[in-house]
């Protein structure tokens, strides 16, 4: 199977090719790099400048907002720098956690916890179901350099306990998720995923952004991404 045959409704992951240039990719990176401070990855607040271009009318917004909606809009941006110093594997699961404003205990949410100076917590499966997660990859990503590995239509299979994921995964077919600089990838936010350490000892760096249309129950809020300028 082709990455331009995958379609995120049925099988969890859709590909889009050369969505930003790679002089613009190049602009961003030399502005993210500063906030990973030499870590592996960090959530982050990004400056207005990205934070436009995330939006549901940006490039990389607009894609969200195919299949969200004009209400999309980015809740969360992870930034991942995989090398030859930092490298690791990450075995299969879920994404089960948002980036929220403040801790608001409420029904179905939880457990919480402190990331970046970041509250998170889990939500019902439900909310997850309603998000869209795009990856921009600043590297090219191919079999040598751990591409993110997904257990095709694994999205439709709701809460999958921790222990049985691995199974579930198995189950299903599993596709390797090459990318070229300034392509994105859409994934169903609950998709079963994966990836290798790398074996190629270049950069692989992604823009990780999660997206929502709806707001969340009993008066949480999404933390959202723009850094607050002072």
Known sequence: MQAGDLDLSTHGAAHFRAVLPEDEVANLAARLDDDLQGRPGRRLLLDAFTVQMLAATGRIGSIAARFLGPTAQPVRAVLFDKTQAMNWMVAWHQDRTIAVRQRLDA????????????????????????????????????????????????????????????????????????????????????????????????????????????????????????????
């Not at 970041?118 to 079999?143: F, G, K, Y």
């Not at 691995?166 to 998720?177: K, L, M, S």
């Not at 707001?215 to 300028?229: F, I, K, Y």
Request: a negative charge; glycine letters at 8%.
């Open 107 to 230: 029904p179905g949410f939880g457990p919480w916890s402190v990331k970046d100076g970041i509250t998170h917590v889990a939500p019902p499966i439900a909310v997850l179901e309603q998000m869209v997660t795009l990856r921009l990859h600043i590297d090219a990503c191919d079999d040598d350099n751990a591409p993110l590995l997904i257990a095709l239509g694994s999205h439709q299979l709701g809460q999958v306990a921790s222990d049985a994921v691995e199974a579930a995964a198995g189950q299903r077919p599993v596709y390797a998720c090459h990318a070229d600089v300034g392509d994105v990838w859409a994934y169903s936010t609950p998709i079963l995923h994966a990836s290798a350490r790398s074996v190629s000892g270049r950069r692989r760096r992604i823009l990780q952004i999660d997206y929502a249309a709806d707001a969340l129950p009993n008066d949480l809020e999404w933390l959202g991404v723009e850094r607050s300028e002072t």
